[in-house]
């Protein structure tokens, strides 16, 4: 029993030495984590068409909707397995001329029905 409860303080003891303090405020030197993603999108909401277009680096085709409050589609190269390439399709909301949402569609591939 008393072989027990001296290995209960001594683990008790190791575990409170070797505990980390609580961070409550982030450390600004610190990137966050959506930072380091590799796969960051370089879209942010309120973009203009023209900046999103330079952001992406693709030409826009026009889907729907009232001049300012348009629907773009575009055609992200993203490279592929090399034996075959890989465009993904991009939609982009666009309300009161700003960058209101994306959505990547990848769709179903057609070529091997």
Request: net charge positive.
């Given at each position: ?30 990137p966050t984590f959506t930072a380091t993603l590799s796969n960051n999108t370089p879209l942010a909401f309120g973009m203009g068409v023209a900046d999103a ?61």
């Open positions: 029993m008393k072989t027990i409860v001296a290995a209960l303080l001594l683990t008790l003891a190791a575990t409170n030495a070797n505990a980390q303090k609580p961070r409550l405020f982030a450390d600004p030197a610190t277009q330079r952001a992406l680096g693709t030409p826009f085709t026009y889907v729907s909707g009232r001049p300012g409050n348009e629907i773009f589609l575009t055609f992200r190269d993203l490279g592929g397995s090399g034996l075959f390439p890989h465009h993904d399709r991009l939609f982009l909301q666009f309300r009161k001329h700003r960058l209101t949402g994306w959505k990547a569609d990848w769709g179903e591939n057609w070529m091997w029905r």
